[in-house]
């Protein structure tokens, strides 16, 4: 195990609590492997993994990403046309877990309706460039098949965030409990098909390790649920405690459905906070595959016209992840825009919230703004043309 990855198994269980009283390792971290059962980058999802391989090698995913189209709310029987042991599987994950409380997370719905203005923002621009600095999952995304056409990816993972936000997402008419089983298939066939390219293999920080592991996964949930969290809060967004809680529950709830282990899903916003802060802040730095990518999400919005410039969008990105990641990534300044930024949108949250009463200059700006980006996201998600998440059956073509 290298360095890095050896710090953050040993930071994610102080995070998580796991190392007992002070100064004590935590048992796993004392493994000469790291490979203990209880060590989050050592941990993948073992059944479905095995499963996703044998069905990778027999040439059946056509067959299952054709089954799977009809098999899309959460109350739909699984299809035919699986895998014997792959539907004996899904029958058995297919399902909300025991802890999960129907009041939290339907009030998690209602909230996400309440500040949907403000997630688009954060998801879309926040997170979703966030994750261009990520280098394990930037170097991933680009050197899996779905790294060739951006804009489909940024489709399919829209179809998750909008599953996860929707009114009824956790209900038997909704969907998002599918949605997160076809994604926990796709991570698992992506495990089995990355380690078989030579050019993941070749820019990868550890190509011998497989890819997204439970610890990759809660990177990408502070990057995603985390980061929401606390730039809601620094934005002075309202929130009660009970709308708080049922954000964290949702979410806890998401990580769950994607194969993590309910010992490394944190209990507490705190918990949530020092976890990101060990295991995300970290690790955060620039390549060119996340170069790329930064650049090809950037330039789906200029497909439509958003009302603002592209120097009003990079200025965005810089103050909603730093400034730092906008110099990483080379986003051209508008200084004319950061100025904007920084004064306009703090007005625009406070007005929207009923805590000034003067409407500020450029709130218009800023709503058509959000109004442009929300309809992206909508049209992407509702579009008939909308691919489905599918199991890729190969790497990064060309
Ligand atoms: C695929 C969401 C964590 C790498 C997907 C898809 C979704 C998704 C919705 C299916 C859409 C598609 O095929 O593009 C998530 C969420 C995560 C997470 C919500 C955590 C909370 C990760 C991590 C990595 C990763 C940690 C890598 C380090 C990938 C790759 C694909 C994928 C390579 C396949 C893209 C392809 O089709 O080639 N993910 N993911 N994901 N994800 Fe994740």
Not at 29 to 34: D, H, R
């Amino acid at each position: 195990m290298s360095d890095l990855s050896r710090r953050n198994v040993l930071s994610l269980g102080v995070a998580l609590g796991l190392a007992g009283v002070a100064g004590a390792a935590p048992a796993w971290a004392s493994s000469a492997a790291g490979a203990s059962a209880g060590d989050p980058w050592w941990v993948w999802d073992d059944e479905v993994d095995a499963l996703m391989a044998t069905v990778l090698d027999n040439g059946q995913v056509p067959a299952v990403n054709t089954a799977m189209r009809s098999w899309v709310n959460n109350d739909d029987p699984l299809p035919g046309g699986l895998p014997a042991n792959l539907a004996t599987w899904l029958r058995k994950v297919n399902k909300l877990p025991s802890w999960a409380d129907p009041v939290k997370l339907r009030r998690a719905a209602d909230f996400n309706r309440r500040k949907d203005t403000y997630l688009f923002m954060l998801y879309g621009l926040g997170s979703g460039i966030m994750s261009t600095v990520i280098p394990r999952e930037a170097k991933s995304v680009y050197w899996s098949a779905g790294g060739a056409d951006m804009q489909d990816r940024a489709a399919k993972t829209f179809t998750f965030g909008y599953d996860l936000s929707d009114r009824n997402g956790f209900e038997p008419s909704g969907q998002f409990v599918v949605t997160a089983n076809k994604t926990r298939l796709v991570h698992a066939a992506v495990r089995h098909l990355l380690p078989r390219s030579s050019r993941w293999q070749a820019v990868a920080d550890e190509p011998n390790r497989i890819p997204i592991s439970n610890g990759d996964i809660l990177v990408t949930f502070h990057s995603l649920g985390t980061y929401v969290h606390k730039k809601l809060t620094e934005w002075r967004v309202p929130m009660s405690a009970a709308d708080e809680e049922a954000f964290l529950h949702s979410w806890q709830v998401a990580i769950h459905l994607l194969g993590v282990r309910e010992e490394f899903i944190p209990k507490t916003w705190a918990a949530a906070y020092a976890q990101s802060e060990q295991v995300l802040t970290p690790i955060l730095a620039p390549s060119q595959e996340g170069r790329e990518l930064a650049e090809d999400l950037l330039g789906l919005t200029a497909q439509i016209d958003l009302g603002v410039t592209r120097g009003f969008l990079n200025e965005f990105v810089r103050y909603a992840l730093s400034d730092t990641v906008g110099d990483w990534l080379g986003l051209r300044r508008d200084y004319a825009a950061a100025a904007l930024v920084r004064t306009g949108w703090p007005a625009y949250i406070a007005f929207r919230e009923g805590l000034i009463p003067i409407m500020p200059v450029g709130f218009y700006m800023f709503d058509q703004f959000i109004r442009a980006l929300a309809m992206l996201f909508l049209n992407k998600v509702t579009s008939p043309t909308t691919t489905p998440i599918t199991i890729p059956t190969g790497n990064r073509p060309g």
